[in-house]
Structures are given as structure tokens and as C-alpha cells.
């Protein structure tokens, strides 16, 4: 299925290096070089490649984005291509002449990883001592600054019971959203799959109490690689006898869970475009090809469109169109990104009606 317009988010890895040892990292980052970094040039080529085909909101981000001395420069040219861009980072680089430069870069957003409510539990997630206070401090530089920031958070078995906490600090720091991560296993989370994953039965009952307090907090509130809520929101809302509308549930009326070669994709530090980057599965490389005929014809992205290849669960399920299923947890568990979400609870009704 050829795409019908281009991405809506691109999240680029400019670089693998970083300052942290996280747990779960995707990229499994480290304070080293990397070989095959794309220079300036090359990206900056890239981008107006892009923004001549579609105009996507750009991510920068890592490893730790920060650590790339031209990653003001690269920001302004994206801005000056009609690009929206934001930066996601670990927040414990940002002094105030850092944050000025991301504001006077035109970023229009900061991510910035908050993994517990503590300095305790955040540190020993992200391996470093003290990075709890330095990106929270972060956080503040960047409030001082004029730029708006949010907390993304990585759901694990270390954290579920300080999810309330997580959000009223997002709420006192006057973060603009906090967007939960459910854990999905790829680079480092691979070995932390069987100790830090949770459950089925408790990926349910977080995306449900996701759901009461998404009605309840004023931040922009999002549940990220947890395709399950969008079927969540469909089947709490007809409980309450109500639609679903952008006016009371925001982006999830008007969006599918998983995103993966349809709305969103992810190009490496080479410059390998996955379909997202917890899917570890290579479309085509931007150095190689124009980025927008990877994106239009490239068969793995061609065929993530395409709904009627889900298998399992997925393919039966009635919600598939709103939900999809991780791609990357499958692929994960199977082998195959179109097998059947692992981490669901849910039996589609074709199947109840037959008994299995």
C-alpha cells in the first residue's frame, strides 16, 4: 500500500553517544564514538530532501543529541525548511547558555527522560548518580528560557507504583505533557526484558488508570508504543455512552496506536530508515536513496500499511485499525512484525464467539 502522504514525525538519531548507561536504551548508547556518524553536510542535505517531499515534525535526538557541537546549526536549518522541530533528551546538559541556544534555535519542544519520581529511583535506571537532579534542573533552565518541555517516562516494573508521583511532578514543573513509553524490548531492554517488563494483565490495568487521569490533568497526556489504549479509549467510552472526540480524548480520537512506516519512521546515525526505532528492521538508506521514495516504496514500509498482513489476535481483532499491535514487541517475541501483539489481554470477539 503506497503511502497516501508522508510521515508526520521523524525521529533522527543524530548521533549513538551519550553520558548515561541506561537500562533500557534502544540505541545502547555509550560516552564513545560511533563509527559512520553522518557529518553536517550530509544532514543538512537530508533535510531539504525531506522538506521538499513532505513536512514532518523533526525529532533530534540520541543517544544524547547535546553532545553533537552542530546540533544548534542543524536545528535552525531543519526550522528554515519549514521543518517543526524538538529535541529529546536525557536534560542533564542543559546549563542556560544551552538553553538559550535550543530556544534560539527555533526547537519548538524538549523531551526530557524521567524514569522515576526520585533521585533513587530515576538514578538507578539510568545508571548515573545525580542525573535525576541535573535533568530536572534541565527542566527549569529551559522554563527560564521560554521553551516548552516534557517528561517522557518508560513504564517498568521499577516504576508502576510511582506513576501518580511522576505525574504531579510533571504537573509542579510545569511540563506541558508527560508522555508515557511502555517498555519495549530492543538494544539494552532486550536484557532487561524478563526482570523489568510488565505484565499483560498490568500493561491493562496502567493503560486504564492512564485513561481516568488523562480526564482529569490538564498536560498533554499520551501513552506511546501502547497501541492497546486506543482500543482502551473506544471501549471506555462506549461503556460511558459517549464518542470518542478530540474535544475530551485528544490525539488518541484522532490518531492509531502503533504508527510504525505509516505516520512516523526513524532514520539512525548511518542514516537507516526503520520503520520506528524500536523495530529493528531497515527500509533504506537516506545517503543511498531519496528519502521520499524509501518512504513511498520501500516493500517493509509498504507493507506495514496494509492491514490484512497482521496475523494472530491482531489480524482477528475488530480494533485492529485503531490499535495495530506493537510491531517491534511482536518482532521481538516471534521473529515476525506482523504476528500478533504479545502483551495484550484483549480476545477479539470473532474469536469469543468461537470459543478460543
Same mark, same amino acid.
Given at each position: 500500500?503506497?503511502?497516501?502522504?508522508?510521515?508526520?514525525?521523524?525521529?533522527?538519531?543524530?548521533?549513538?553517544?551519550?553520558?548515561?548507561? %541506561?537500562? #533500557? %536504551?534502544?540505541?545502547?548508547?555509550?560516552?564513545?564514538? +560511533?563509527?559512520?556518524?553522518?557529518? &553536517?553536510? @550530509?544532514?543538512?542535505?537530508?533535510?531539504?530532501?525531506? @522538506?521538499?517531499?513532505?513536512?514532518?515534525?523533526?525529532?533530534?535526538?540520541?543517544?544524547?543529541?547535546?553532545?553533537?557541537?552542530?546540533?544548534?546549526?542543524?536545528?535552525?536549518?531543519?526550522? $528554515?525548511?519549514?521543518?517543526?522541530?524538538?529535541?529529546?533528551?536525557?536534560?542533564?546538559?542543559?546549563?542556560?547558555?544551552?538553553?538559550?541556544?535550543?530556544?534560539?534555535?527555533?526547537?519548538?519542544?524538549?523531551?526530557?527522560?524521567?524514569?522515576?519520581?526520585?533521585?533513587?529511583?530515576?538514578?538507578?535506571?539510568? $545508571?548515573?548518580?545525580?542525573?535525576?537532579?541535573? @535533568?530536572?534542573?534541565?527542566?527549569?533552565?529551559?522554563?527560564?528560557?521560554?521553551?516548552?518541555?516534557?517528561?517522557?517516562?518508560?513504564?517498568?516494573?521499577?516504576?508502576?507504583?510511582?506513576?501518580?508521583?511522576?505525574?504531579?511532578?510533571?504537573?509542579?514543573?510545569?511540563?506541558?505533557?508527560? #508522555?508515557?513509553?511502555?517498555?519495549?524490548?530492543?538494544? %539494552?531492554?532486550?536484557?532487561?526484558?524478563?526482570?523489568?517488563?510488565?505484565?499483560?494483565?498490568?500493561?491493562?490495568?496502567?493503560?486504564?488508570? +492512564?485513561?481516568?487521569?488523562?480526564?482529569? &490533568?490538564?498536560?498533554? =497526556?499520551?501513552?506511546?508504543?501502547?497501541?492497546?489504549?486506543?482500543?482502551?479509549?473506544?471501549?471506555?467510552?462506549?461503556?460511558?455512552?459517549?464518542?470518542?472526540?478530540?474535544?475530551?480524548?485528544?490525539?488518541?480520537?484522532?490518531?492509531?496506536? %502503533?504508527?510504525?512506516?505509516?505516520?512516523?519512521?526513524? /532514520?539512525?546515525?548511518?542514516?537507516?530508515?526503520?520503520?520506528?526505532?524500536?523495530?529493528?528492521?531497515?527500509?533504506?538508506?537516506?545517503?543511498? &536513496?531519496? =528519502? @521520499?521514495? /524509501?518512504?513511498?516504496?520501500?516493500?517493509?514500509?509498504?507493507?506495514?500499511?496494509?492491514?490484512?498482513?497482521?496475523?494472530?489476535?491482531?489480524?482477528?481483532?475488530?480494533?485492529?485499525?485503531?490499535?495495530?499491535?506493537?510491531?517491534?514487541?511482536? =518482532? #521481538?517475541? &516471534?521473529?515476525? #512484525?506482523?504476528?500478533?501483539?504479545?502483551?495484550?489481554?484483549?480476545?477479539?470477539?470473532?474469536?469469543?464467539?468461537?470459543?478460543?
Amino acid at each position: 500500500m503506497k503511502a497516501s502522504s508522508g510521515p508526520r514525525l521523524i525521529f533522527w538519531e543524530l548521533t549513538k553517544r551519550c553520558n548515561l548507561r %541506561c537500562r #533500557h %536504551c534502544r540505541a545502547e548508547a555509550d560516552d564513545a564514538a +560511533f563509527s559512520g556518524e553522518l557529518p &553536517t553536510g @550530509a544532514i543538512t542535505g537530508i533535510i531539504d530532501d525531506i @522538506a521538499a517531499f513532505a513536512k514532518p515534525i523533526m525529532v533530534l535526538t540520541g543517544g544524547e543529541p547535546l553532545f553533537r557541537d552542530d546540533i544548534f546549526a542543524i536545528a535552525r536549518h531543519a526550522r $528554515g525548511r519549514g521543518l517543526r522541530t524538538a529535541l529529546a533528551t536525557n536534560g542533564t546538559l542543559i546549563d542556560e547558555a544551552a538553553a538559550r541556544a535550543i530556544r534560539d534555535a527555533g526547537i519548538m519542544r524538549v523531551s526530557i527522560s524521567i524514569d522515576g519520581s526520585t533521585a533513587d529511583s530515576h538514578d538507578g535506571f539510568r $545508571g548515573i548518580p545525580g542525573s535525576f537532579e541535573l @535533568a530536572l534542573r534541565g527542566a527549569e533552565r529551559l522554563a527560564a528560557a521560554g521553551v516548552e518541555f516534557q517528561f517522557n517516562t518508560t513504564v517498568t516494573r521499577r516504576n508502576t507504583a510511582e506513576l501518580e508521583e511522576i505525574l504531579r511532578l510533571a504537573e509542579d514543573r510545569g511540563a506541558a505533557a508527560l #508522555h508515557l513509553f511502555m517498555l519495549v524490548p530492543v538494544g %539494552c531492554g532486550v536484557e532487561i526484558a524478563d526482570t523489568d517488563m510488565i505484565s499483560p494483565d498490568e500493561y491493562e490495568r496502567i493503560l486504564n488508570w +492512564f485513561y481516568d487521569r488523562s480526564r482529569e &490533568t490538564a498536560l498533554e =497526556f499520551k501513552a506511546t508504543c501502547a497501541p492497546h489504549y486506543y482500543r482502551i479509549v473506544r471501549q471506555r467510552a462506549k461503556a460511558e455512552g459517549r464518542s470518542v472526540a478530540f474535544e475530551t480524548n485528544g490525539m488518541a480520537a484522532m490518531t492509531r496506536g %502503533c504508527l510504525a512506516g505509516t505516520g512516523v519512521c526513524f /532514520i539512525s546515525h548511518r542514516g537507516d530508515v526503520q520503520p520506528c526505532g524500536y523495530l529493528p528492521l531497515v527500509a533504506g538508506n537516506v545517503t543511498q &536513496t531519496r =528519502f @521520499a521514495d /524509501i518512504w513511498n516504496d520501500s516493500p517493509l514500509l509498504v507493507g506495514l500499511r496494509d492491514l490484512s498482513n497482521l496475523t494472530g489476535k491482531c489480524g482477528a481483532c475488530e480494533y485492529r485499525g485503531v490499535c495495530a499491535g506493537c510491531r517491534a514487541r511482536a =518482532f #521481538h517475541a &516471534t521473529g515476525d #512484525h506482523f504476528a500478533e501483539e504479545p502483551y495484550c489481554v484483549y480476545v477479539p470477539q470473532r474469536r469469543q464467539r468461537h470459543g478460543l
